[in-house]
């Protein structure tokens, strides 16, 4: 039996982050910091573009603007620390930040696996419910359903955190770039398989259950745009769906495979590279796939283009 007398003594972890030399470590810096300045100047452009044009005031382009605000805190939680270990190495952190870390990290992915859920019943509504649509998702649901998403995420990963947060520790180093469950566990001085079991279960639970329902909204969908009688109007009621289709595809397939995904993942430490697909790909792509090819975006972007040019010439 290990001798646990200085277990709880660890104040402090240190990151692994990646490892970068040579010439590898200023590309991988730079580029690291080109997708996070670009996922920050995208998330922000696509936030204050929704609110500056009216043409943009429908639910739809409410939520995607929710879903911006909530990727500026997402790659801020995590990017800063992927930058350090690039640029200097293993990173020292204080386990009250490491913690709080993780809380947040698992609040907001939590809180995107719901407001995802929120988009497809928002298209939902739109496709098959059209006559009823704007009753049913009024201002005052919008704001209820996006506030119920930030409530449910942070209020479950309480969970994750008590139990991470309560463990005796014996080593320091988490091979990962930001305070991780599974790298932290794997630093505790007891036997934590039943955590693992329990936070897998809450997290596989939540995500299996929010795919499931998406996908059976995307069923109705599908079922509602086939009846449609010309090829134009289907053609335009699958665009309005692809964009978010593809942000699920690319969160939960990556999640999936990091929290359910086969033990040998986590124990050699790919996990972190799979995490670099939901901390900093899916934010940095999120505005380009919601506004690439959409007529009504390109709209609103020359209507605010035309009145700042307005307001410069009056000047």
């Known amino acids: 039996m290990m001798d646990h007398a200085n277990e709880t003594r660890i104040h402090n972890f240190i990151l692994a982050g990646f490892t970068a030399t040579g010439t590898m470590r200023p590309l991988a810096v730079v580029g690291t910091l080109c997708i996070y300045l670009l996922t920050l ?3 922000l452009f ?3 573009l929704v609110k500056a ?4 005031s429908t639910p739809m382009y409410f939520f995607i603007s929710v879903l911006s605000f909530l990727e500026l805190w997402y790659v801020s939680a995590t990017v800063p620390t992927l930058l350090h270990t690039l640029l200097h190495g293993k990173l020292p952190i204080s386990s009250v930040v490491c913690f709080i870390q993780l809380y947040v990290f698992h609040s907001l992915g939590l809180t995107e696996c719901y407001l995802l859920g929120v988009m497809a019943w928002d298209r939902y509504l739109a496709i098959c419910r059209p006559l009823h649509y704007h009753a049913l998702m009024s201002r005052q649901v919008q704001l209820t359903l996006a ?3 930030w409530v449910a ?3 479950e990963a309480l969970v994750p955190g008590i139990l991470t947060g309560t463990l005796p520790f014996c080593w320091k180093e988490v091979a990962h770039y930001f305070c991780e469950v599974a790298p932290l566990m794997r630093l505790a001085c007891v036997d934590t398989s039943w955590h693992a079991r329990v936070h897998r279960t809450v997290i596989g639970v939540i995500n299996a259950c929010n795919l499931l329902f998406i996908l059976g909204l995307y069923g109705g969908i599908l079922r509602a745009v086939m009846k449609l009688p ?12 692809s964009s978010h ?3 699920v595809t690319l969160f939960f397939g990556s999640a999936f495979i990091v929290y359910s995904g086969p033990p040998e993942i986590r124990a050699d430490g790919k996990d972190k590279f799979i995490a670099l697909v939901y901390s900093l790909l899916t934010p940095f792509f999120n505005p380009f796939i919601y506004t690439l090819r959409n007529k009504e975006v390109k709209e609103a972007m020359k209507r605010v283009s035309q009145r700042i040019r307005a307001v410069l010439k009056g000047s």
Request: charged share 10%; proline share 0%.
């Open 41 to 43: 100047a995208g998330n």
């Open 147 to 149: 506030g119920a998403s």
């Open 53 to 56: 044009d009216s043409g943009l």
């Open 153 to 155: 995420g942070f209020s």
């Open 245 to 247: 289709m593809t942000v």
């Open 46 to 48: 696509i936030i204050v």
């Open 230 to 241: 010309s090829a134009a109007s289907r053609a335009k009621a699958f665009s309005t769906c």
